[in-house]
């Protein structure tokens, strides 16, 4: 599914995320369109694809058996996304540049943020981290505008400030805020 998404990623800088199909992307993968349908199902998901929160959601799992929510989300950000980071910078900033450059896109990912921050209440509740359900939700939205917040700064600086310090940030605002 990289290398797939790598290949639309090429196409869509060159070519603009509405002027590029399923059909040449395909093409240009080497594989079949159906692939393409199959694993991802519409071309949005081609590039807010990424296997990132299931990974975050499972450190934050952990974490939140240690600790408290802020240093958990704190935590689990930065295990989490250490190495994919070092390893994928390259890729998540181009997807992050076409997400907010592209309106429909920029739709599709807040769905993603919206699934989000479903699985961050549900994991708070399980944890027993928000006495009800309006805790969970409200500090589950906290945490995933942070998350939005730290991703946005980095892509202001184009990537050249260290995503995971851009996290801290957020989120130590986020803490100055709660304390407020």
């Known amino acids: 599914m990289a290398r797939i998404q790598a290949a639309a990623l090429d196409l869509f800088a060159a070519h603009g995320f509405a002027a590029v199909s399923i059909e040449a992307v395909a093409a240009a993968a080497g594989v079949g369109p159906a692939t393409i349908y199959r694993n991802f199902g519409v071309k949005e998901r081609l590039v807010l694809w990424d296997e990132y929160d299931p990974m975050l959601l499972e450190a934050l ?11 958990a989300v704190q935590q689990a ?4 996304l250490a190495d994919i980071y070092r390893d994928e910078r390259e890729r998540i900033l181009r997807r992050a540049r076409l997400v907010r450059a592209t309106p429909a896109l920029t739709i599709a990912a807040a769905a993603d943020q919206q699934q989000l921050r479903a699985a961050l209440a549900g994991l708070l509740r399980s944890s027993r981290h928000a006495r009800d359900e309006l805790a969970a939700q409200v500090f ?41």
Do not use: K, N, Q
């Open 61 to 71: 799992a952990a974490a939140l058996a240690e600790t408290d929510v802020l240093t």
């Open 77 to 80: 950000l930065t295990r989490s």
């Open 140 to 180: 589950a939205g906290a945490i995933a505008a942070a998350i939005e917040a730290g991703l946005d700064r980095w892509l202001d600086g184009d990537g050249h400030e260290p995503l995971a310090r851009c996290f801290r940030m957020a989120l130590a605002r986020l803490r100055t805020l709660a304390g407020a």
